[in-house]
């Protein structure tokens, strides 16, 4: 899996973001492969009139079946 194109190369503590959430599994397979320790955040709509959560959660995170990207943050 070829994730080069969604590296970070800043000082942003993601590994890699604004993937594409089709490839989620695919992500998560190659990750557990490589034994590393990883949290997805989701990335996406947050405005969504289905989503029922409160309004200071919804603008704290993105629900995973809203959303349309995610990022990889690697734990030490």
């Known amino acids: 899996m070829n994730l080069k194109p969604y590296e970070v190369n800043t000082k942003e503590s993601a590994k ?9 599994d695919d ?6 492969k490589k034994n590393l320790t990883f949290v997805i955040r989701y990335r ?8 029922k ?3 200071s959660s919804r603008w ?3 629900a995973k079946q809203f959303a349309n ?7 030490d």
């Open 16 to 24: 890699w973001k604004n993937i594409p959430i089709v490839l989620l």
């Open 27 to 32: 992500v998560k397979e190659y990750l557990k």
């Open 44 to 51: 996406g709509d947050r405005t969504n009139p289905n989503d």
């Open 53 to 55: 959560r409160t309004g």
């Open 60 to 62: 704290r995170t993105c």
């Open 69 to 75: 990207r995610f990022s990889v943050y690697i734990k």
